[in-house]
C-alpha cells in the first residue's frame, strides 16, 4: 500500500515563491518510475483541479493560469514529486493534493494549506 505525503504549505505574500513536496511511501515503490503524478489544489467553495501532471516518460502539462510560474518534477530515486510555485499570486490560495495513478490506482494525499496574501 501506498501512502502520499505533502509537505511545504505556508502562507506567503503575494511574489513570493514556494516548494510543495509529496513523499511516496510505503510498499511497491519500485514502479514510481511508471506512475502518473499530479498536483491538484482546491480552494474555499470551489471545485478541485488540476494545476500540474507529470507523465512518465517525462511529459508534463500545466493548468493554463499557473503556466510560467510552476515547474512540476519528479525524482524516481527519492520517490518524490516537488512544485516549485514562483509569482504567487492570492489566487493561487487552496490547500495543495498530490495524486498518483498507476493502472486503475488513484492515490491522494492529504493536503497542505498555501496562503497567498499581504
Known amino acids: 500500500q501506498v501512502r502520499l505525503v505533502e509537505y511545504g504549505g505556508d502562507v506567503v505574500q503575494p511574489g513570493g515563491s514556494l516548494r510543495l513536496s509529496c513523499l511516496a511511501r510505503?510498499?511497491?515503490?519500485?514502479?514510481?518510475?511508471?506512475?502518473?503524478m499530479s498536483w491538484h489544489r482546491q480552494a474555499p467553495g470551489k471545485e478541485r483541479e488540476l494545476v500540474a501532471q507529470?507523465?512518465?516518460?517525462?511529459?508534463?502539462n500545466y493548468e493554463d493560469s499557473v503556466k510560467g510560474r510552476f515547474t512540476i518534477s519528479k525524482d524516481n530515486t527519492r520517490k518524490t514529486m516537488c512544485l516549485q510555485m514562483n509569482h504567487l499570486k492570492p489566487e493561487d490560495t487552496a490547500v495543495y493534493y498530490c495524486?498518483?495513478?498507476?493502472?486503475?490506482?488513484?492515490?491522494w494525499g492529504q493536503g497542505t494549506q498555501v496562503t497567498v496574501s499581504s
Open positions: 507529470s507523465r512518465p516518460g517525462g511529459s508534463t
Open positions: 495524486n498518483r495513478k498507476f493502472g486503475d490506482i488513484d492515490d
Open positions: 510505503g510498499r511497491m515503490l519500485s514502479s514510481f518510475v511508471s506512475w502518473t
